[in-house]
């Protein structure tokens, strides 16, 4: 059975589409507007009621929330394509830590980003300045942790590619190409060595390829 992903164009389907490609596992998209509200319609919520993006169906089986879908694959195809969650219980506990810190940390501020230098213009909504100062500062001092740790491993977990550096793809994306904030990454030597490092994989490569950032 084929797995069907939701909204392909968008940054959290994304987050699903790369680790599907890593695990080699077949799949095909559905085209979901966001733009026009196509989340919020009825059929949509019959799939995901909160109206978000993304959903997958597997057959009978329908997965929302992209980082439980993540955990969902990589464990069900453990021992299959790229193992995403480490070879022990402690390198596994590492990667669900930093897949927490991704989701806690890093993702809020630059998600703010998103929101106002890039969507709420293109939406006719206002900018908030100040959210955008403090996200900004928020983002800078997480990285200074990443810096740190990227100091003595090549990736985040350890010194294997994971669910945990995975994770930061679409929206380390929209950090470093759509927002002009990309020295917030190259002033440190670690962080941006990592991020050419998991930017350049063949799966992410193949998901700018093939579905294109709406903005």
């Known amino acids: 059975m084929v797995v069907k992903v939701y909204g392909p ?13 890593e695990k080699e596992i077949e799949f095909e998209t559905v085209h979901v507007d966001g733009f026009k509200g196509e989340h919020k319609e009825a059929e949509y919520l019959k799939l995901q009621p909160f109206g978000l993006l993304p959903v997958i169906q ?12 993540l955990r969902y694959y990589a464990e069900k195809y453990k021992n299959q394509g790229t193992d995403l969650l480490g070879k022990t219980i402690e390198e596994r506990g590492l990667v669900e830590q930093w ?14 980003l998103v929101m106002n230098i890039l969507v709420y213009p293109l939406v006719g909504l206002p900018s ?17 942790i990443y810096e740190e740790r990227l100091s003595k491993t090549k990736y985040l977990a350890g ?10 793809l679409p929206f380390g994306h929209y950090l470093l190409n759509s927002m002009g904030l990309e020295n917030i990454v190259r002033e440190r030597k670690h962080v941006s ?3 050419d490092d998991i930017s350049n994989r063949p799966s992410w490569k193949k998901v700018l390829e093939l579905y294109k950032f709406p903005m």
Do not use: Q, T
């Open 99 to 112: 897949l927490e810190v991704e989701a806690h940390n890093f993702n809020p501020p630059v998600y703010n």
């Open 9 to 21: 164009d968008y940054a959290c389907p994304k987050r699903v589409i790369v680790c599907l490609i």
């Open 58 to 69: 597997d057959g009978d089986y329908i997965l929302y929330e992209s980082r439980a879908i």
């Open 128 to 144: 908030d300045p100040k959210v955008i100062e403090e996200s900004k500062e928020k983002v800078g001092k997480v990285l200074d």
């Open 193 to 195: 060595a990592w991020w």
């Open 159 to 168: 010194d294997f590619f994971s669910l945990a550096d995975l994770s930061h």
